[in-house]
């Protein structure tokens, strides 16, 4: 099913909402790093909400967003499976109320202890929207990064909010995100809730689908062999060393060297996406060791990584099918 602007938005009660959060989900974790799992009971009940400091109004909550986020989905993709969201949150700020403001920390009890995540990625599943790309079950995905960090939380309400949003699949195999540039906004700056969610069922209603599974699916039809993957490997290393004159010749690459130990690791040992017997492997199994690798990023530059090894593959692709010069692989 493609999501168009067509569809009709009927608004719902949050009660209505909420009991679909509480249906299961079964993906597993699609990010690492540093991140912390938790539902969105916890999210919504026991998290503070961070204010403007000029004039103590709060910022649009994490809950909130998922609200949004679900209902959009539940709109456009009306008669389709809807998972619960998994949500992930990282770098915690700590708290405490004020009437436990002399006691040690080691005495605090529970009740006296305030807490909110500073940064938070949730993904809604929708398992019935679905394709098969080289042996691996693809499911559709929405979801979204809200990091207060990104936000300047010294000035008054009314300021610019910054949210990330997406929309791609899901490797199931290897619970891989692939996400493509037209399903994602990397900065949605809003001011209220409605200009939120006027975000999101743009994104929504603008994403193809379609050709974001052929994209990939070609990506199956191109191998490298085990010289041009080395050579490969060394020309990422030596991208982020560049001359900054030079860089702005090549197309980026946000990946570092932690990420491309990973690719080089999982090239030789992943069980999915390894190299062939004789060492060539294949522009698809290439994506997913990226996109494998970025499970270790933080949550305010994973999405912008994710698209990115996307748009890098299918560079090398492009220069494998028409023969032109990539400095990745000359």
């Not at 006296?112 to 929708?126: D, G, K, L, N, P």
């Not at 980026?252 to 390894?274: I, P, W």
């Not at 492997?281 to 994710?306: C, E, H, M, P, V």
Request: hydrophobic share 35%; proline share 4%; charged share 20%.
């Amino acid at each position: 099913m493609e999501a168009t602007h067509a569809l009709a938005r009927i608004p719902r009660p949050a009660m209505q909402i909420n009991r679909e959060l509480d249906q299961k989900s079964s993906s597993r974790a699609f990010i690492e790093a540093n991140t912390t799992p938790v539902t969105f009971a916890e999210i919504q009940q026991d998290h503070i909400i961070p204010v403007f400091v000029k004039d103590n109004e709060p910022l649009i909550s994490q809950s909130d967003f998922i609200l949004a986020t679900q209902e959009a989905v539940s709109d456009l993709f009306r008669g389709e499976t809807i998972l619960k969201p998994e949500i992930r949150v990282s770098h915690p700020i700590k708290g405490r109320i004020p009437e436990a403001k002399d006691k040690p920390a080691n005495q605090l009890q529970e009740w006296e202890r305030t807490i909110y995540y500073e940064r938070m990625m949730h993904v809604v599943e929708i398992p019935t929207v679905m394709d098969v790309i080289d042996g691996n079950t693809l499911t559709l995905m929405v979801g979204g990064v809200k990091a207060y960090n990104l936000d300047n939380l010294y000035n008054k309400k009314g300021a610019a909010e910054h949210f990330k949003i997406f929309i791609g699949f899901q490797n199931l195999v290897c619970t891989n995100l692939c996400v493509r540039s037209d399903g994602y906004v990397a900065d949605l700056r809003v001011t209220d809730l409605n200009q939120l969610r006027e975000g999101i069922y743009n994104l929504l209603g603008n994403y193809d689908q379609h050709y974001h599974l052929r994209q990939m699916q070609t990506l199956t039809q191109y191998s490298i062999t085990e010289q041009q993957f080395a050579h490969l490997l060394g020309r990422c290393r030596m991208y982020n060393y560049l001359p900054p004159a030079d860089k702005k010749q090549i197309p980026e690459l946000l990946y570092g060297d932690s990420q491309l130990n990973s690719v080089t690791s999982d090239y030789y040992r992943d069980q999915s996406f390894c190299r062939q017997e004789d060492g060539n492997i294949n522009l698809w199994r290439l994506y997913n060791l990226f996109t494998g690798a970025n499970k270790s990023t933080y949550i305010d530059q994973f999405l912008d990584r994710s698209v990115n090894a996307l748009d890098f593959v299918s560079q090398v692709q492009h220069a494998l099918d028409s023969g032109s010069t990539s400095w990745f692989l000359s």
